[in-house]
C-alpha cells in the first residue's frame, strides 16, 4: 500500500499550484498496486485573500483538474482543501477524495474553524469566510477504510472517535498549520490522535512563506497506528512517499482494545458525577 504526500509552497495561484502538482504525479513510478496521494489544505488557494472569493461550485473547474490528475496517473488523489460555495456567501473547506477512473469518493467539509490569534502577529477568523461542515467521512479503498478531518480538527479528539466508530483504518489530514502552532502542537497532537485512533495518520502539511507573510511549519508527517513518526517532511516543499502496512493496525487494536473499553460518560444522579 504505497502512499505520498505533498507537501506545498500553495501562494495562491491555482494555475502554479496545479503544475507543481502535475509535475509530482508525474515523478511517481507506476505500479500495479493503488497509490494514494495527500494534497495539503488550501492546495491551490493559500493565503490569496478571503476563502470565499475564489468559491466554485460543486464539480467546478479546480476540482474537475484535479480529478483528471487522478485519472490521468492512475491514482487515488486526496485534494486537499478547495473553496466550494455555500448558501450564506461563504465557501466551505472541501476536500474530495478522487479515485483512478476520476470519480468523487467523497467530500469532506472542514467543521472547526480556526478564529485564534497565535503570537504571530496576525489574527486568523476563519469562519468570517468558511462554512463549517456538519458530518464526517468515511470512505471504503483498497487501502482500508478512509476517513479524514482538516487541519484544526487535530485538536478535537472527539471527531477521530467518531470516525474510529464509523470504520475508519487511516485518517488523511490535510493541513496548513502556523509555523507558531506547527512548532509547539503539530507532532504531539498528531501522535496523538494515532494512538488514540490506532489508525495510521497522513497529515500532507504546507510550508514556508507565503503570499501573505504568513509561515507554516511543514513537517508532513506519517504516523503509524502505535504513534511511531515512520516519515518527516521536513521544512521545505516535497514529497514523502511510504508504504503502509495494514498488519500494524490490527497489531494495535489487538494490543489494547481500546474500541471494546470505551464507556460513554454521562450525567446521572449519582454524586460522583457532580461538578463542584
Known amino acids: 500500500m504505497e502512499c505520498h504526500l505533498l507537501q506545498m509552497n500553495s501562494q495562491g495561484s ?4 496545479l503544475a507543481w502538482v502535475r509535475s509530482q504525479l508525474a515523478s511517481l513510478a507506476r505500479t500495479p498496486d493503488p497509490r494514494l496521494v495527500i494534497l495539503p489544505e488550501a492546495c491551490l488557494h493559500m493565503a490569496a485573500g478571503p476563502w470565499n472569493r475564489f468559491a466554485e461550485p460543486d464539480e467546478g473547474p479546480n476540482q474537475q483538474a484535479l ?19 455555500a448558501g450564506d456567501g461563504r465557501a466551505y ?4 477524495l478522487y479515485g483512478p477512473d476520476g470519480t468523487r469518493l467523497g467530500r469532506y467539509d472542514k467543521i472547526h474553524m480556526f478564529d485564534a490569534k497565535v503570537g504571530d502577529g ?41 470516525l474510529v466508530e464509523l470504520g475508519a483504518e487511516i485518517i488523511a489530514l490535510p493541513s496548513a498549520f502556523t509555523y507558531n502552532t506547527g512548532q509547539a502542537h503539530w507532532e504531539v497532537l498528531v501522535r496523538a490522535r494515532a494512538i488514540e485512533s490506532q489508525c495510521y495518520l497522513l497529515a500532507a502539511n504546507q510550508c514556508g512563506v507565503h503570499r501573505d507573510g504568513r509561515r507554516t511549519w511543514g513537517h508532513s508527517l506519517v504516523v503509524d497506528p502505535w504513534g511511531r513518526v515512520i ?18 493496525i490490527t497489531q494495535a487494536r489487538d494490543a489494547i482494545p481500546v474500541q471494546q473499553h470505551r464507556r460513554h460518560a454521562g450525567g446521572g444522579d449519582n454524586d460522583e458525577n457532580e461538578i463542584l
Open 122 to 162: 496576525k489574527s486568523y477568523h476563519e469562519s468570517a469566510h468558511t462554512c463549517p461542515g456538519d458530518g464526517v467521512r468515511v470512505v471504503d479503498t483498497p487501502f482500508g477504510r478512509l476517513g479524514w478531518a482538516v487541519c484544526y480538527d487535530l485538536r478535537f479528539p472527539e471527531l477521530f472517535t467518531a
Open 93 to 96: 473547506a472541501s476536500s474530495c
Open 67 to 85: 480529478a483528471q490528475m487522478a485519472r490521468e496517473f492512475d491514482l487515488y488523489l486526496l485534494a486537499g482543501t478547495l473553496p466550494i460555495t
Open 231 to 248: 516519515a518527516d517532511g521536513g521544512e521545505e516543499p516535497g514529497r514523502i512517499s511510504v508504504k503502509l502496512d495494514p498488519e500494524l
Open 14 to 17: 491555482p494555475e502554479r499550484d
